[in-house]
């Protein structure tokens, strides 16, 4: 009888507790290992466990910079010319004609409030003189006009203005040195270093040369950077006659 009570108990007791806790330990052995015992949540728990990686894919779009775009002819306004739109230096003298009487091809256009030297293939460089020096004809910024700070508020630098040279061989910094004189100003500063051991040859042997301002401010003002022309005359003469009609109004 003992017998079969050890049995039953064994049968109903022990054995359904040595389950139990068999199936605890799987369970708990289970979800150590990150995975779940529950066949309908499987995947889920593998797509909780799954690492993610979210990439934003950010486009930056800038602003359209007028300064930088093509140059606007007539402008009346000062934006920088940039290089791009200048020819390149094999090509700057290509179709440009100058006969021994100094007439030319070349005229003068407005663009972005400076004028520039136009040959019939395209713009030449306007802030340095390129190839077109060859020919005598010589263009840039002015150096040195922090030292003239009062003449140079004085003077009308305008495009079209004329500019007076003067040269100065007993310059202590350059033995090249030409001055740039506005009216009614005096010194507003020097040619560049470059053109200056150029020209300075030529004016030295009594060639006659004629300057005007090609970008600028009217008096009183410094804003606007400046820039000169300088050509032998008849050179000057016949670009500003190309250049008809040279609407003074547009750069007043």
């Not at 017998?3 to 979800?31: D, K």
Request: glycine share 8%.
């Amino acid at each position: 009888m003992m017998g079969l009570l050890s049995l039953l108990f064994i049968s109903f007791i022990v054995v359904p507790l040595l389950v139990a806790l068999v199936y605890l330990i799987y369970q708990w052995v289970a979800e150590d290992n990150g995975e779940s015992t529950t066949p309908g949540n499987r995947d889920d728990q593998k797509t909780r466990q799954r690492p993610e990686t979210t990439v934003f894919l950010q486009t930056t779009e800038h602003p359209h910079d007028p300064l930088r775009g093509k140059p606007i002819k007539d402008q009346t306004a000062y934006a920088p010319i940039y290089s791009q739109f200048f020819l390149p230096p094999e090509h700057q003298l290509d179709l440009v004609t100058v006969d021994s009487q100094g007439n030319t091809n070349l005229k003068l256009g407005l663009y972005n409030g400076q004028l520039v030297l136009e040959a019939p293939n395209g713009l030449l460089p306007c802030r340095a003189s390129g190839q077109i020096y060859k020919l005598g004809i010589f263009t840039g910024t002015l150096r040195g006009t922090s030292y003239y700070d009062a003449a140079f508020l004085r003077a009308d630098t305008r495009p079209l203005r004329p500019a007076i040279l003067r040269r100065e061989p007993g310059n202590k910094y350059d033995r090249n040195a030409i001055a740039i004189l506005a009216p009614n100003a005096g010194i507003v500063g020097y040619v560049n270093k470059q053109n200056a051991a150029r020209l300075s040859k030529r004016l030295d042997k009594g060639a006659p040369y004629m300057a005007i301002f090609t970008s600028g401010s009217p008096s009183g003002q410094d804003s606007t950077p400046t820039s000169i022309l300088i050509a032998p005359e008849n050179t000057l003469q016949s670009i500003l006659k190309n250049s008809v009609p040279a609407n003074t109004n547009l750069i007043s």
